[in-house]
């Protein structure tokens, strides 16, 4: 396939649009300018990786020589959550979105890699959430600084199974869909989804 560019590359030209548009609809710069804007970001992002993380669930990925389970991005946010004073009952009990169906491994491969890049990008904010807000990555911001060494291999066996999709085949597509799927998923509800949080954390 001398010539063909690896899917993983594919996928990052085809959700480039979306990933920048993203970005820009966020703001993560207003996101962590107080604590309190900051616990409302989390409180959305954590409704949304939760979501996703559940539809991921229904997949076996051991055969691919990974276990997403063991390094779900949602356990870091409430953890981050409740070190700064949020209402954990409240925050489970309010109505999550939808994640996009994923009803192959192919789909849940392009959700996956747009969980886990974001989650990687978010890693360049980690020093700058530091500074303006003293949270720390044991304390308060461990989903910005994130899993470490540990999650590094899921990371590079999730693109390994990517690329070793045939990057012009039906099964490509599929990846292709639903990496685009999950960032619309993200861009209808980060910016402005409401989550019930009860939080002690001042301006």
């Known amino acids: 396939m001398t ?17 920048e548009d993203l970005e820009h609809a966020v703001a993560i710069d207003e996101q962590i300018s107080s604590r309190t804007r900051y616990c409302a970001y989390l409180a959305r992002l954590w409704a949304l990786y939760s979501a996703a993380e559940s539809a991921l669930g229904s997949h076996d990925f051991s055969a691919l020589g990974f276990n997403y389970g063991a390094c779900r991005r949602s356990q870091l946010i409430e953890s981050d959550l409740s070190d700064i ?12 979105p939808k994640a996009p169906a994923l009803p192959t491994i192919e789909h849940a491969l392009g959700c996956i890699y747009v969980l886990e890049g974001s989650a990687l990008g978010a890693r360049a904010m980690a020093p700058e959430v530091e ?3 003293g949270l720390t990555g044991t304390y308060g911001a461990k989903f910005f600084w994130g899993y470490g060494e540990e999650g590094k291999p899921i990371w ?9 999709i045939d990057p012009v085949s039906s ?6 869909q639903s990496a ?24």
């Open 3 to 19: 010539g063909v560019m690896a899917l993983h590359k594919r996928l990052r030209e085809e959700t480039r649009t979306l990933h």
């Open 85 to 96: 004073g949020v209402d954990l009952v409240n925050l489970r009990n309010a109505i999550r």
């Open 131 to 133: 500074t303006k807000l």
């Open 156 to 164: 590079r066996a999730v693109l390994a199974s990517i690329n070793a």
């Open 171 to 176: 099964e490509a597509e599929r990846v292709i």
């Open 180 to 203: 685009q799927a999950t960032f619309l998923f993200f861009r209808r509800w980060l910016p402005e989804c409401s989550a019930a949080v009860t939080t002690s954390a001042v301006a």
